[in-house]
């Protein structure tokens, strides 16, 4: 069995999962060249922090349409993936979690995974993300690495860069504010470098840390995704939505 990349998505606004943009076929793209198809997912999205580490654990999850005020077509989409309640079980196991049954998918998840693998037939197991250091959930992501040689694909979710508080909705798609843009560059500097120390201590050492995440529920999926990678990174995509939210997707492995 091939092992499994890593695949860490910036995702934007939920319009982008009703497709057609270059972001959606450089991800349907990303997934027709894996080496082989994963047997599961496994997801981490910024839209379920828990204080401790919880997994869905029903055999078809659902979804949320967790939004509001968009046009009628984007909550008239399903994403019908069934499940894997053994998998949640060994993951729940691995990261000492507990098992959720009734939460569904949230956009984090299923908004990107539509372009992945649009039939909707891989499994999927969310696992959410706890509110805690970035070393911890590195840590987290290391504990699942292992799963990646089962034919597992870990998916993690949010932004590198994602304040909506500064955003510029008459700003064109792949524009960004030159603040934005000198962000997600010192941190994708130290993270091709390997400087993690700076990284993991980005509140102090990142000069736009609190610019280019306010609240950080949308970066820490990264760091999950470094712990969960192996080798060198690599961009996916590469692209900017209302001046400052970044859609920078990357890859390990």
Same mark, same amino acid.
């Given at each position: +069995?091939? =092992?499994?990349?890593? #695949?860490?998505? =910036?995702?934007?606004?939920? +319009?982008?999962?009703?497709?057609? /943009?270059?972001?959606?076929?450089?991800?349907?793209?990303?997934?027709?060249?894996?080496? @082989?198809?994963?047997?599961?997912?496994?997801?981490?999205?910024?839209? %379920?922090?828990?204080?401790?580490?919880?997994?869905?654990?029903?055999?078809?999850?659902?979804?949320?349409?967790?939004?509001?005020? !968009?046009?009628?077509?984007?909550?008239? #989409?399903?994403?019908?993936?069934?499940?894997?309640?053994?998998?949640?079980?060994?993951?729940?196991?691995? #990261?000492?979690?507990?098992e959720d049954p009734l939460r569904p998918l949230d956009h984090g998840a299923w908004a990107v995974l539509r372009h992945l693998f649009p039939e909707a037939d891989?499994?999927?197991?969310?696992? /959410?993300?706890?509110?805690?250091?970035?070393?911890?959930?590195?840590? +987290?992501?290391?504990?699942?690495?292992? !799963?990646? @040689?089962? &034919?597992?694909?870990?998916?993690?979710? &949010?932004? $590198?860069?994602?304040?909506?508080?500064?955003?510029?909705?008459?700003?064109?798609?792949?524009?960004?504010?030159?603040? *934005? $843009?000198?962000?997600?560059? %010192?941190?994708?500097?130290?993270?091709?470098?390997?400087?993690?120390?700076?990284?993991?201590?980005?509140?102090? *050492? %990142?000069?736009?840390?609190?610019?280019?995440?306010?609240?950080?529920?949308?970066l820490d999926p990264v760091f999950v995704a470094m712990g969960a990678g192996d080798g060198p990174v690599r961009t996916v995509f590469d692209g900017w939505q209302?001046?400052? +939210? /970044?859609?920078?997707?990357? *890859?390990?492995?």
């Amino acid at each position: +069995m091939v =092992s499994q990349p890593v #695949l860490f998505v =910036s995702h934007g606004s939920p +319009m982008l999962a009703l497709g057609g /943009s270059a972001y959606a076929r450089s991800l349907a793209a990303f997934a027709a060249g894996l080496a @082989e198809r994963p047997r599961a997912v496994l997801v981490v999205s910024a839209h %379920w922090q828990t204080p401790d580490v919880r997994v869905t654990s029903s055999v078809r999850p659902g979804i949320l349409h967790d939004f509001g005020g !968009f046009p009628r077509e984007l909550y008239a #989409l399903d994403y019908p993936a069934p499940g894997d309640p053994a998998l949640a079980a060994r993951a729940a196991e691995v #990261l000492g979690a507990g098992e959720d049954p009734l939460r569904p998918l949230d956009h984090g998840a299923w908004a990107v995974l539509r372009h992945l693998f649009p039939e909707a037939d891989v499994p999927v197991v969310q696992v /959410s993300l706890p509110r805690a250091a970035p070393a911890v959930l590195l840590a +987290m992501g290391a504990g699942l690495r292992a !799963f990646r @040689e089962e &034919g597992i694909l870990i998916l993690a979710s &949010g932004g $590198l860069v994602h304040n909506l508080g500064l955003v510029e909705w008459d700003a064109p798609d792949g524009q960004a504010q030159p603040w *934005a $843009l000198d962000a997600e560059r %010192w941190f994708l500097e130290r993270l091709v470098d390997g400087r993690r120390e700076d990284l993991l201590d980005h509140r102090r *050492a %990142w000069p736009q840390s609190r610019r280019a995440a306010a609240t950080t529920e949308h970066l820490d999926p990264v760091f999950v995704a470094m712990g969960a990678g192996d080798g060198p990174v690599r961009t996916v995509f590469d692209g900017w939505q209302l001046g400052t +939210m /970044s859609l920078r997707c990357l *890859a390990w492995g």
